[in-house]
């Protein structure tokens, strides 16, 4: 491709003018040497998004060198994934550029759990960082928000994933160093992959509500528990058709659930009462007297019907959900004008 | 009582055992063993149930839009052990199934005899 040709050169004199910019002064000749080691070492592996591998320590290098941190800081982005991802032994990572790199790349490649304890120590106040380790935090800091960036190239489960350690961990740390920007960046990238997509859409409403019904199989103690964490699911999913989806699918799971939360055939019982609530059960009404096997056909019948309700929610337009919704309300009314009716005796 | 091994519970043992200090949501889980949901949570329920699994609500003070809460699931060391144990027990699956757990993840593969 043209553009990673074309990368190559362009992308070195980026950093080394970067760097010069909060420091005229410095020796940029390590920041070139880095720039070598991290292309040379790097060279043939790639990033999920398809671009060579060298495009993310740069990237982290530009972010760095912008922050206006130290060329040996510059050089640590460079060099932060060499010891992890290539077979750049650590001995020669210190003869090339001394003990202080060395000992700072090997800094950044710290745990989710070592940046915990770092937060916690930053908010307890208890330790002041050491100017090595506010280096190496940034660096990780940078790295993580290219990370952010191009996001959109890990798998869907991974990206909230990221997000949430993001929002937990890193923006915080971001915060203690000052790094206002990038925390601000960092903050609003998490929010945007946590946040619920799907505030004014029918479909996926009427899906959810078909969900909520079914979960009226349950023994009613779990039943608030696994509507929300359902919810919380549904709110994560991107697209209308995969919360559709998740709905339809997990809906067949909740007699299976409901018969491993409690050994009884109660979920069928209460089937045959989904079904009449449905309006499809004036046929099953006569049938469902007391009568084991008659509650089982009941249950089999409403939860075909449930099925074929989830499949109308496919269809092209939104006509089937509104007549789905009528159906929905049309159960409501008569229960609540019952109630009122009993009230009024 | 031990949970029934069938392959999808075997499956959903083995992504939790292939990192067993990392707590997951439903949805992650179903994306990791490459299962439909309607079959996932229930097995989550049966597990939790046992004692394998453990669960509980997100941290909510981390949430700062809105978002409801996820459950997140992790197994217990018992649970690991004894998790262990079942899959060591139950016949070796055959070459096909393994194939498909080695797809899903490689960590997978290697099955103990």
């Known amino acids: 491709m043209k553009r990673a040709s074309m990368a190559a050169p362009s992308a070195l004199s980026q950093v080394v003018a970067l760097t010069r910019a909060s420091h005229p002064t410095a020796d940029v000749q390590p920041v070139r040497a880095a720039y070598d080691v991290a292309a040379r070492w790097h060279a043939g592996q790639r990033r999920k998004s398809g671009e060579p591998y060298l495009s993310h320590p740069v990237a982290v290098a530009l972010i760095v060198a912008g922050l206006g941190l130290s060329p040996r800081a510059v050089c640590v982005a460079l060099l932060h994934d060499v010891l992890e991802d290539t077979d750049y032994p650590l001995e020669r990572l210190r ?20 940046v915990r304890a770092i937060k916690e120590q930053l908010r307890s106040n208890s330790a002041p960082l050491t100017s090595e380790q506010a280096e190496a935090l940034a660096v990780k800091v940078a790295d993580r928000l290219h990370n952010m960036r191009t996001l959109r190239w890990l798998a869907p489960a991974r990206q909230t994933e990221k997000a949430r350690q ?34 004014a859409d029918r479909t996926t409403q009427a899906s959810v509500r078909l969900l909520d019904l079914s979960v009226g199989l349950l023994p009613q103690p779990v039943q608030a528990r696994w509507r929300e964490e359902w919810a919380a699911e549904v709110a994560t999913l991107p697209t209308r058709r995969a919360r559709v989806w998740f709905c339809a699918r997990t809906m067949l799971g909740v007699p299976q659930l409901a018969r491993t939360v409690r050994d009884s055939p109660l979920w069928a019982v209460n089937l045959a009462r989904i079904a009449r609530i449905l309006g499809i059960g004036s046929a099953i009404v006569a049938v469902t007297a007391p009568g084991a096997v008659a509650v089982w056909v009941a249950g089999g019948i409403a939860m075909g019907a449930l099925i074929l309700l989830t499949a109308l929610l496919f269809a092209p337009n939104d006509a089937p959900t509104r007549r789905l919704a009528n159906l929905i309300s049309a159960w409501r009314h008569p229960t609540t004008a019952r109630r009122r009716k009993v009230r009024g005796n | 009582m031990a949970p029934r091994m069938t392959l999808q519970t075997q499956l959903v043992l083995r992504a939790f055992l292939a990192d067993p200090t990392q707590s997951r949501y439903g949805l992650e889980l179903c994306g990791l063993v490459g299962l439909p949901s309607g079959t996932v949570y229930p ?16 941290d909510v003070g981390l949430i700062t839009d809105g978002r409801p809460r996820r459950r997140f699931y992790r197994i217990t060391e018992d649970g690991a052990e004894q998790a262990r144990d079942a899959l060591a027990r139950t016949p070796r699956a055959g070459r096909r199934v393994r194939a498909g757990w080695a797809a899903t993840d490689p960590t997978l593969g290697g099955v103990t005899r």
């Open chain 2, 43 to 58: 097995i989550l329920a049966r597990l939790e149930q046992v004692g394998w699994l453990d669960s509980d609500w997100e």
């Open chain 1, 166 to 199: 993001t929002r937990e961990l890193v923006v915080p740390v971001a915060r203690h160093l000052g790094l206002v920007e990038v925390e601000y960046e960092l903050a609003a990238l998490s929010d945007r992959m946590l946040r619920p997509h799907f505030v």
């Open chain 1, 95 to 114: 003869r090339d550029f001394g003990d202080d790199v060395a000992r700072l790349v090997v800094a950044t490649s710290m745990t989710a759990d070592q």
